[in-house]
């Protein structure tokens, strides 16, 4: 089972976010999935947020590419560490286009029930993000 959990993880990157596939949300995403992620508060449940978010992302950054590194299974859960770049090319919550690019990590749990990704904690680099496109102040020796 567990490999197929993280198959399920792989195509949830690999073709929602990197093929820009929106309509595969609705094959992987259960209906009533949670999304818990702190510099995503409020996302939708179940596909319709998963379609949300890739929107929101894929607009201001265009060229967003996700790479994965570990992909962990156990159980019904799966853990990925995963890397995405992207170019700022259009506005982010307010934030105004800035033509940078940014390099970022971050890590996923998954939860699958049933075929689907039911619920997942994430956290990833926002300030790291914030940093990179000159709106948020670094650390003094960073």
Known sequence: MSAQNKAIVRRYF????????PAIM???IAIDAIDHDPANPGVSPGPKGQ???LAKYTSAFPDTKFTL?????DGDLVAVRWTVRGTHRG????????GR???LTGIMIARIA???IAETWSNWDA???LQQLGVAARAEGA
């Open 114 to 116: 049933n075929g689907k």
């Open 14 to 21: 690999e073709e929602g976010w990197n093929q820009r596939k």
């Open 69 to 73: 590194g570990d992909l962990i299974g």
């Open 101 to 103: 690019q940014v390099n």
């Open 51 to 53: 379609k949300e978010l």
């Open 26 to 28: 609705d094959e992987l």
């Open 127 to 129: 300030l790291g993000m």
């Open 91 to 98: 506005e982010l919550q307010g934030i105004a286009p800035t």
